[in-house]
């Protein structure tokens, strides 16, 4: 847990410097921001979002964590569900799926009207998923824990 803020400010200042760059490269910052699609209501592009982290999180919850890491299919995995999922959210809410990559364009273009939907929306999406992946798994074990932070006794047995 002490690693989350400075996880979260790193994503805000990537994400601020990478719209400013294409700000002054190719300027109407806002046109490629996530905004909703004019006629769509902003709760449904909230609940769009709220879905559509809920599945990206529970695909790396079940495929790049802990001892369920499965390498360069996890990568795979998650990737493919972003890929897939654009298809349908990107027309609806712009398929964000993190508050960090909705702020920066927002705050570079100063219009942060409709960016509740790229906060409240997956941060419902994300506990949602959690919520899953503990009634499903269980409690976190210090093993998965250790296993985690790459901490595993590569000799349990003793042998």
């Known amino acids: 847990w002490r690693r989350v803020p400075g996880y979260i ?3 805000v200042i990537g994400a601020v410097l990478a719209s400013w760059f294409l700000q002054l490269v190719y300027g109407g910052i806002i046109n490629g921001a996530t905004e909703p699609t004019p006629d769509v209501h902003l709760w449904v592009a909230m609940l769009t979002e709220a879905v ?3 599945g990206l999180v529970s695909v ?4 790049a964590s802990g001892a369920r890491n499965v390498g360069i299919n996890g990568a795979l995995a998650v990737g493919a569900y972003i890929g897939l999922v654009s298809v349908w959210g990107a027309p609806v809410s712009g398929a964000s799926m993190n508050p960090a990559r909705s702020l920066g364009p927002e705050l570079i273009a100063w219009d942060l009207t409709n960016y509740w939907i790229y906060l409240v929306g997956p941060i419902i999406g994300a506990m949602i998923a959690v919520g899953f992946e503990y009634i499903l798994k ?3 074990t210090k093993a998965g824990a250790e296993a985690a932070q790459g901490i595993l006794d590569e000799n349990p ?3």
Not at 60 to 63: A, R, V
């Open 9 to 11: 400010l790193a994503q």
């Open 52 to 54: 559509l982290t809920l």
């Open 60 to 63: 790396i919850l079940g495929t």
């Open 138 to 140: 269980g409690k976190p």
């Open 157 to 159: 047995q003793g042998i």
